[in-house]
Structure formats: structure tokens, C-alpha cells
């Protein structure tokens, strides 16, 4: 469990870039302390809390890369075609009954351990058999088609570092080394809830002046993306006591909590107001568009002490695309460090615009576009609330503090949204 105290934060400043927040996060939250042992089939996606060393050189032994035929690259006549008689096969998973003599070739199939004194393979298709031996035509140079034990990576040499995120390819690599568990950090314990009288819940009758809540789906689906076991808190009420009582109360069972909504000035916006009277506000509005209206602070674990820890949490706006785009800033780098993660910064790529747009100096903007042959055309619509403009547009393109303008042509940066979502 992390341990944050009250001004563990201890950030003044009253609207935040997305830079120096992420920056406070790296630098102020410690990680989640503890370990749990899982199964590789379990770990996917968790964090690896401890280093992995290399137990033995991967792959194991001098072996082939290819199907073909092994022998000592010296033995060839250089500059023309090399006849070498045949003298053993050496299939997957066998050793050589027999090293080949100087001058001779072994049958080998790709995987195969090479025969003593071999160091360079012909690919079958490559040679020419003829009777009881192969022609090997010029040209190889000295250990092709071969793969020297510990060419991935030696033995004793650092496999995988501390907090890597458990993928596919990690995963494998560890199969590889022969570990049947690995020992990973604690899933980080998110609370969700979405705030407002004019909310209901899917599944429910709507009243006469109510919506149906999808922030609060959309940012658990974003979240089990993560490494995370996240909890539906539900729809708090726009009451300033109960919401102060319900975020006190979940503080002390989460290491992160997560709202939507309530984060503004208006009169029935209590999020911000039940931080900063149940613990530490430390900022609340970022310098982005679509949402600039976003509470971070912590509150205490038990009572109004922070002797046992704090727990951080971030109000996002209420509207779909400013829930999504601050999640993106804050939400995720921070379950990330909770988690012990390594940083990983959101992919960028390059593309051209295909539209013109004006903004504001000093916040980042994010233009939801469709994107088509590299060039990104802007989706009709502007709305923060238009959850279409999610569901049918390609990436957000993302304008920095500088940027006064986009034309047509110009070179942009879009992140991807099959890369966020």
C-alpha cells in the first residue's frame, strides 16, 4: 500500500501544464510496497516487482537457425561451389551421435544443436545434394544461419528490469528462461464514481430530468486496461456532507480514487470541496482542452491523520471527452506509479493535417480527427460531450501551449486511439 502524506504533493501553483503534472506524480507518489507470486498464465499485464536475471544463456546451446546442412566454414574451397560428403543427421531436440570429420557435413533441422567443430549452416534450399554429399555454393560467410548459446541474451544478464509491465513478449521470454511463476506488484485498489442528481444507472428508470451515466463505464474499461482491480462506486448525490462521507470512507480502503463531475465552481460541484475539507487539494485545474476543470489532492487512509497514508484522488470533468483526455494525463501515469511501473509515455506519431484550427496560447488542445493515408481530417463536431465524437473519429491530434494555428498540410501529432483505448 502506498503511503502518502498530506503535502506529499506540496504543489502551489493554481492551473498545472500536463508535463509538470505528470512530473509531480513521477516525483511524489511512492509506489505500492509488496509482492505476490502468480503463475505466468495470471501475470499478463501485471508489473514485475523484482529484477529478472538470466538463469542460463537463452537460447541454451549452439544451435541452427534454419534447415539445411552444418559443417566447419574452413573446409570450403573459396570462391567456387564445395563438395562435402554427408555424415550424420541431427534432428530438434538430439544431440549428434557423431561429430562430422574436417571436411564433412551433417544433416540438421532449425533448432538443432550444432555438431562439435561446426560453425556455419546451408539453408537446404540454398545446397544441392548429390549422392552422399551436398554442394555448398560460395559465398557464406563464417557462422551463418547459426545462433551462438546466450546470442538473446547471456547468462546473468538483466532479462527484464523492475516495474516492466508483463506483456505477451515478457511473459514468453520468461517461459524461456524457465520460470513457471514471476513475482509481481500488488494490483492497485481503484475506487470509481460518477457524481450528480441528474445521473442514473444503466438498467434503471430514468427520472424526468435525468441522463444515464457513461463516464463511469468508460473510465472502468479504460482502467482494466491497467493493472488495477477497480471497484463501481456508483452515482454520488449532489449533497456536500454525503460526499464528503463517501470519499472519506472509500479512502480508506483504496489506493486511488476516481470522480467524475462536481470539479467546477458551480453550486453544486462538491468533489473539490470535500478534498480540501477532508484532506489536501493540490491542484484543480490543467492546462488542457477539453478538460481544464480536474481536482488532484489526497485524503487520509482513517479519521482526518495522515500518520496511515493518504490516498490520492483526482476529480475529472464531467464531460465524456474531458473525462477521457485528463484520465489519459493523470489518471493513468498515476495507477502506473502506484503500480511501480516504469513510465510510459503515450505514443505519438507523426501525421498532416487536413483541416484548419486556431487555439488559445498556453493550454494543449486535443482535436479528435479520423485519419486517412497519414492525414488527419477533423470530426465535424466540437462538443467535450459527444461521445460519437469518440466512437466514430481515428486518434486525437495534440496541439501544444505554442501553437496558435493548424492548416491544411501541416505537420501535426496524433495519439492513436487503439494505442489509448
Request: proline letters at 10%; a neutral charge.
Amino acid at each position: 500500500m502506498a503511503q502518502l502524506s498530506d503535502d506529499c504533493f506540496a504543489f502551489g501553483g493554481p492551473l498545472l501544464s500536463v508535463e509538470a503534472a505528470e512530473a509531480l506524480i513521477a516525483e511524489r507518489i511512492p509506489p505500492i510496497q509488496g509482492a505476490e507470486t502468480l503463475p505466468l498464465t495470471e501475470a499478463a499485464g501485471r508489473v514485475l516487482a523484482r529484477a529478472l536475471h538470466a538463469s542460463l544463456p537463452l537460447p541454451p546451446f549452439f544451435n541452427s537457425a534454419v534447415d539445411g546442412y552444418a559443417f566447419r566454414h574452413a573446409d570450403l574451397t573459396p570462391g567456387e561451389p564445395s563438395l562435402l560428403p554427408l555424415a550424420g543427421r541431427i534432428a530438434a531436440g538430439h544431440v549428434a551421435e557423431q561429430a562430422p570429420a574436417p571436411g564433412q557435413a551433417a544433416r540438421i533441422f532449425t533448432g538443432a544443436p550444432m555438431p562439435p567443430g561446426a560453425d556455419t549452416v546451408v539453408m537446404q534450399e540454398d545446397a544441392v545434394a548429390e549422392g552422399r554429399g551436398v554442394w555448398v555454393p560460395p559465398g557464406l560467410k563464417p557462422g551463418a544461419n547459426a545462433r551462438p548459446a546466450g546470442e538473446d541474451v547471456a547468462a546473468g544478464a538483466l532479462a527484464l528490469p523492475a516495474g516492466r509491465r508483463l506483456r505477451a513478449p515478457e511473459i514468453g521470454l520468461a517461459a524461456a528462461l524457465g520460470h513457471a511463476a514471476l513475482p509481481v506488484v500488488p494490483r492497485v485498489r481503484v475506487g470509481v464514481f460518477s457524481t450528480g442528481d441528474e445521473l442514473a444507472t444503466p438498467g434503471t428508470p430514468l427520472g424526468p430530468a435525468q441522463a444515464y451515466d457513461s463516464n463511469r463505464f468508460t473510465l472502468l474499461a479504460l482502467l482494466a486496461r491497467l493493472p488495477v482491480m477497480a471497484s463501481d462506486l456508483g452515482i454520488l448525490p449532489d449533497d456536500p456532507a454525503a460526499t464528503a462521507a463517501a470519499l472519506r470512507a472509500a479512502a480508506g480502503s483504496h489506493d486511488l480514487l476516481l470522480t467524475s463531475g462536481g470539479v467546477s465552481t458551480g453550486e453544486e460541484d462538491h468533489v473539490r470541496a470535500a478534498i480540501e475539507a477532508g484532506g489536501r487539494l493540490v491542484f484543480w485545474r490543467l492546462a488542457v482542452k477539453p478538460g481544464r476543470p480536474v481536482a488532484m489532492g489526497v485524503l487520509p487512509k482513517s479519521g482526518g491523520d495522515f500518520a496511515a497514508g493518504g490516498t490520492p484522488v483526482i476529480g475529472l470533468p464531467g464531460n465524456p471527452v474531458a473525462a477521457v483526455v485528463t484520465f489519459l494525463h493523470l489518471a493513468r501515469p498515476l495507477v502506473l506509479r502506484l503500480a511501480g511501473a516504469l513510465p510510459e509515455v503515450l505514443p505519438r506519431f507523426p501525421a498532416e493535417a487536413g483541416f484548419s484550427y486556431r487555439k488559445k496560447a498556453g493550454r494543449r488542445e486535443y482535436v479528435r480527427v479520423r485519419l486517412r493515408d497519414g492525414v488527419a481530417f477533423k470530426f465535424e463536431r466540437e462538443g467535450a460531450g459527444l461521445l460519437t465524437s469518440l466512437t466514430e473519429s481515428d486518434a486525437f491530434v495534440e496541439l501544444p501551449e505554442a501553437v496558435l494555428s493548424v492548416a491544411p498540410g501541416d505537420a501535426v501529432r496524433v495519439l492513436p486511439f487503439a494505442t489509448l483505448f
